[in-house]
């Protein structure tokens, strides 16, 4: 069962490229949060939403709660961006994660 | 410095050989959870902890136990492991309904 699907699995994008990964979920929600994980592992939430939109310097991260979707996009990406990107829905008190989508930007 | 903090960081063990993880913050949150972390599988929960004493299953706790005795710490135990708990484990904690703060990650080899 996958609650949580995003795409793409990979992408390689230039420096200065604007980029959106997708995440669609199928089960009911309270909130749907995007992480980053390095690439030494650690995991920082980059987003906390329930509805709208929300943006922090350059990423800016849209839900549709009618369509189970959301996006995180990335205006004029830099190398220091190369990171896995995670979304994950909180059901009440659970968490359920996407597989996530591991991004590479070249200078 | 508000901060998880997990310890060990990495941990190699033999099948049925008693372990505990432990996993402290110290941001006063309710909220704590394990994940482990798996090639292919992305990020699954174990448990989680609504606050001291209160604690429920996540989406994978078989094999797994855990105790909420003090606000800080969530520790995780595996009573008895085996090879498929080779992984890498996650703590965090948050303020109820928030965005979580993750730990440094515990890398556990199970031979």
């Known amino acids: 069962k996958n609650e949580v699907e995003q795409s793409p699995q990979n992408l390689t994008a230039q420096e200065g490229e604007f980029i959106t990964i997708n995440c669609s979920y199928s089960?009911?929600?309270?909130?749907l949060h995007w992480l980053q994980q390095h690439p030494g592992g650690g995991i920082v939430s980059l987003f906390m939403?329930?509805?709208g939109k929300k943006k922090h310097g350059r990423l800016i991260a849209t839900i549709n709660i009618q369509e189970k979707h959301s996006s995180l996009h990335i205006t004029a990406s830099h190398p220091r961006d190369s990171a896995v990107y995670i979304c994950?829905?909180?059901?009440?008190?659970?968490?359920?994660f996407g597989t996530g989508t591991s991004l590479t930007v070249i200078p | 410095e508000a901060q998880v903090t997990q310890n060990p960081r990495y941990l190699i063990t033999v099948t049925g050989k008693k372990l505990t993880v432990t996993c402290s913050q110290n941001?006063?949150?309710?909220?704590m959870s394990w994940y482990r972390q798996d090639p292919g599988l992305g990020l699954r929960q174990i448990y989680y902890?609504?606050?001291?004493?209160?604690?429920d299953k996540g989406d994978v706790p078989e094999g797994y136990k855990v105790s909420r005795k003090e606000k800080r710490n969530f520790p995780l135990i595996l009573e008895s492991p085996s090879p498929n708990q080779t992984s890498l484990y996650f703590c965090?904690?948050?303020?109820?309904?928030?965005?979580?703060?993750f730990g440094p990650g515990t890398r556990l080899t199970v031979l």
């Open positions: 965090a904690s948050s303020a109820g309904p928030d965005t979580q703060y």
């Open positions: 939403l329930s509805s």
């Open positions: 902890s609504m606050n001291v004493e209160v604690t």
């Open positions: 994950a829905v909180e059901t009440g008190n659970q968490f359920y």
């Open positions: 089960v009911g929600i309270s909130a």
């Open positions: 941001m006063n949150h309710e909220y």
